[in-house]
């Protein structure tokens, strides 16, 4: 069974880096065919796609946030890192891990979700 | 403003069947790119419900439908219920934009 746990702070200060990590268990990120992405939603408003983290450790980013973001390995071999430079309210919003299928070309497993809020 | 455009919302009697739009252009679904389908319920995280056009997932019912025709796709729910009251989104490839996009969500509301 697949579960992705996201964790990081719940209040992040504008101009800061948001550091989120995703905890995975049930498939190994080295698996041909598997990735870990990021999506977010702010409150009240759609899914926005915002980076992918493939098996073969190639990485695709949103283009309108391209140069904010990082997605990368954990310390862990079950642990994907997404980080976001100089944050501003407009990304308040729930982040969400999530398993990506290439068989299924799609997110196949969701996190929980995490909120998290930008203000000072 | 989504890339994909759905109806902000639909709404059914249970048993009714009601389908969803997505409508894109010649640079996503009109490009081949499949469509997948995702459901949310108020306060959870979106699951999976269609994938590849018109693939459904183990324990998604038969209900739920996917199709694909131009640059457009559409979900269709048969024999509405009240657990079917949710946000849908559509989600593809967009090769202008080199990137995965979503639709801005649909509110299906069983009356």
């Known amino acids: 069974q697949i579960t992705l746990k996201e964790s990081g702070p719940t209040l992040v200060k504008p101009t800061q880096t948001l550091t989120l990590t995703c905890t995975f268990s049930?498939?190994?990120?080295?698996?041909?065919?598997?990735?870990v992405g990021w999506i977010r939603q702010p409150p009240g408003k759609a899914l926005e796609w915002l980076a992918l983290?493939?098996?073969?450790?190639?990485?695709r980013y949103s283009p309108s946030l391209k140069s904010r973001l990082t997605i990368s390995k954990g310390t862990s071999r079950n642990q994907v890192v997404l980080t976001m430079t100089n944050v501003d309210p407009v990304d308040t919003a729930t982040y969400y891990c999530?398993?990506?299928?290439?068989?299924?070309?799609?997110?196949?497993?969701w996190g929980q979700g995490t909120m998290v809020t930008v203000s000072s | 403003q989504s890339v994909l455009t759905q109806p902000p919302s639909v709404s059914g009697a249970p048993g009714q069947r009601v389908t969803i739009s997505c409508t894109g252009s010649?640079?996503?679904?009109?490009?081949?790119?499949?469509v997948h389908w995702y459901q949310q319920i108020p306060g959870r995280a979106p699951k999976l419900l269609i994938y590849?056009?018109?693939n459904r997932p183990s324990g998604v019912p038969d209900r739920f439908s996917g199709s694909k025709s131009g640059t457009s796709a559409s979900l269709a729910i048969t024999g509405l219920q009240a657990d079917d009251e949710a946000d849908y989104y559509c989600?593809?490839?967009?090769?202008?934009?080199?990137?995965?996009?979503f639709g801005g969500g649909t509110k299906l509301t069983v009356l």
């Open positions: 590849n056009n018109d």
């Open positions: 999530t398993h990506f299928s290439y068989r299924r070309d799609s997110f196949d497993v």
């Open positions: 989600q593809s490839y967009d090769n202008s934009l080199t990137a995965i996009v």
């Open positions: 983290f493939y098996w073969d450790d190639d990485k």
């Open positions: 010649s640079s996503n679904i009109g490009a081949d790119y499949k």
């Open positions: 049930g498939f190994s990120l080295s698996t041909l065919g598997v990735g």
